[in-house]
């Protein structure tokens, strides 16, 4: 009898209120989930067991046959039942009944072992900007210091350059009176000169004067001046488009005129002016003088030819619209000065020309009120350092009430074609036609060394950057992630700074 057949069997039994049915079912299931198992053991069953019809078995009996017998023999109803139990008992390859089902537990899935990400620190620092950060307050520190030692040193020299003006006007006056007059112009009176600049004296009163006469007279002037000791240098150079007088005046040396430019025999330049016992020693004696006549008759009766009194009222006004502009132009000064391009008759650029560079670079820039000195010196060399076109490109103030509300017209503007337009182009304010920077031949040169400059602070800033990222850890307790400043230096950034370069060496 097959399996089916034993099934169908103790269907039909009914005994045990309806277990042999259930059973019958349960057994059924087991058959079908054995057949669909592909690692079945089941030994010369076929797999289409499912689709052999259950009649066709000749051992099957038919259905009145079952319940006669199990009517005539009511003590053998049990016997299929173990007849198949007995035969179904669990095998290798039998049928498994309910009382032998268990449910195991799947195996436990392991979670993905995922690597660790790296701990990244609370604040992320910008190492770039905090090195520039911390390269402007260090630069700003040594501009603050050098400034207060320039004014230092420039207040006492003014003592000093006083007497040599109040010498070669006292000389100036006794020769041409009583027409004759003397002024002060310049970087002098707008207190943009430095302690190796020369001051401008500006001989005026003479009505009917023109060019050639100019000549003359300052030729004539030099031949008087070097009859007095304290003149220890002349040289006139009358062949220039503004005929001046070059010459050294050592106050030391007693004057032969008016008491109260004499010094005292038995005291010390010190005592005699006045100065403090602190006064550093690097203070000269001798000051270094351009002596230059007012040209009335060279240029139209509604023009000047000599702009220096109208330039120096011109600066002051510049002055005071501009904060940072004084301080600019002193450490421009200084850099072009400790260079060699501050010489006008050796292809270099006056200080007039600064001041229009300076002032055109804050216009541009709209950087009026800035006080931050380190960072607008830094953009102002690389500004005529790497963008400025001196080629096709040229530079003038205007002079018009726009200027002043910082709405007018732009600073720079088209170079003209002219003769010279290989070289530097700055227009005067007060004389549109003339070329300021016409023999600045070296302003190339210049350029060069701007950008030679901001390389070796790029390459100061790089060791900076460097540095800081090796301290990291300790610098992300005192960083500021919205200013990218430091709220407190470390000894270790205080040390490194020590032992440093100095910006100034750099820069100035």
């Avoid at 010094?263 to 020693?281: G, H, I, K, V, W």
């Avoid at 490109?393 to 200027?403: E, F, R, V």
């Amino acid at each position: 009898m097959c399996i089916r057949d034993r099934i169908e069997t103790v269907d039909r039994s009914g005994n045990g209120n309806g277990k042999g049915k259930q059973e019958a079912v349960i057994r059924r299931k087991a058959t079908n989930n054995n057949k669909e198992s592909k690692e079945s053991k089941d030994n010369g069953k076929p797999k289409s067991l499912k689709a052999m019809p259950v009649k066709s078995s000749p051992a099957i009996s038919t259905p009145r046959e079952t319940k006669q017998s199990e009517v005539t023999k009511p003590r053998e109803a049990t016997a299929p039942k173990e007849v198949v139990e007995k035969k179904v008992a669990p095998t290798s390859s039998s049928i498994m009944v309910i009382s032998d089902f268990r449910y195991e537990e799947p195996a436990p899935i392991e979670p993905k072992k995922v690597p660790p990400k790296p701990i990244e620190p609370a604040v992320k620092i910008n190492f770039e900007k905090l090195a520039q950060n911390l390269i402007e307050d260090k630069l700003n520190g040594e501009i603050a210091d050098f400034t207060k030692s320039l004014k230092f040193e420039c207040d006492l020299l003014k003592k000093i350059r006083l007497v040599a003006y109040n010498r070669i006007q006292y000389i100036v006056t006794t020769v041409y009176r009583p027409y004759a007059r003397t002024e002060l112009f310049g970087s002098f009176v707008t207190d943009l000169s430095l302690p190796s600049s020369d001051i401008d004296i500006l001989i005026t009163g003479f009505q009917t004067l023109d060019a050639e006469e100019c000549r003359s007279t300052l030729e004539q002037m030099s031949n008087e001046l070097k009859k007095h000791r304290c003149v220890v240098n002349i040289k006139p150079i009358l062949t220039a488009s503004i005929p001046v007088v070059k010459l050294e005046v050592d106050c030391s040396i007693p004057f032969d005129g008016i008491p109260e430019l004499n010094l005292a025999a038995n005291a010390s330049f010190r005592q005699a002016l006045e100065l403090s016992e602190d006064t550093p020693e690097r203070i000269s004696k001798i000051v270094k003088i351009d002596l230059t006549m007012e040209i009335l008759e060279a240029y139209p009766s509604t023009m000047q030819a000599h702009y220096g009194l109208v330039s120096t009222e011109f600066s002051k006004k510049m002055l005071t619209l501009f904060r940072p502009l004084q301080e600019l132009i002193l450490l421009f000064k200084n850099y072009l000065i400790t260079r060699g391009f501050n010489n006008t008759f050796k292809g270099g650029l006056s200080s007039y020309c600064v001041l229009i560079l300076v002032t055109a670079f804050l216009l541009e820039t709209a950087n009026r009120n800035n006080s931050n000195l380190a960072s607008l010196y830094i953009k102002l060399l690389t500004f005529y350092g790497e963008e400025f076109k001196a080629l096709s490109t040229g530079i003038t103030i205007p002079l018009d009430q726009c200027m002043i509300n910082a709405v007018g017209p732009k600073p720079f503007f088209p170079k003209p074609k002219r003769p010279d337009s290989s070289l530097l182009f700055i227009m005067d304010p007060f004389n549109p036609m003339r070329n300021m920077t016409q023999y600045a031949y070296l302003f190339p040169d210049i350029q060069e060394s701007f950008r030679g400059t901001l390389n070796r602070l790029e390459a100061y800033k790089g060791e900076v950057v460097r540095f800081l990222m090796s301290q990291s850890e300790s610098l992300a307790k005192h960083y500021n992630p919205s200013t990218c400043k430091l709220l407190q230096h470390t000894e270790a950034l205080t040390e490194f700074f020590r032992h440093t370069n100095s910006l100034q060496e750099i820069l100035l």
